[in-house]
């Protein structure tokens, strides 16, 4: 699964969105919660406070 998120300065996730789909209705959902229980995401540096960041970020998951 690659997801893109959006956060603010204090880093709490704003947005985000599965890019690439793991085929896995499932996975996508979890992928979508594991954000949403990660938020907020520790604070970016003071020199980056000014402003939101976007991240695109790979998530691999192994099926036994």
Same mark, same amino acid.
């Given at each position: 699964?690659?997801?893109?998120?959006?956060?603010?300065?204090?880093?709490?996730?704003?947005?985000?969105?599965?890019?690439?789909?793991?085929? /896995? @209705?499932?996975?996508?959902?979890? %992928?979508?919660?594991?954000?949403?229980?990660?938020?907020?995401?520790?604070?970016?540096?003071?020199?980056? /406070? @000014?402003?939101?960041?976007?991240? %695109?970020?790979?998530?691999?998951?192994?099926?036994?």
């Amino acid at each position: 699964v690659k997801v893109w998120f959006r956060i603010d300065p204090a880093g709490y996730i704003l947005e985000q969105r599965i890019e690439n789909s793991s085929g /896995h @209705a499932l996975l996508d959902k979890a %992928t979508l919660k594991l954000l949403r229980t990660a938020s907020p995401l520790p604070p970016p540096p003071p020199e980056l /406070h @000014a402003t939101e960041l976007t991240f %695109t970020v790979p998530i691999d998951y192994s099926l036994n």
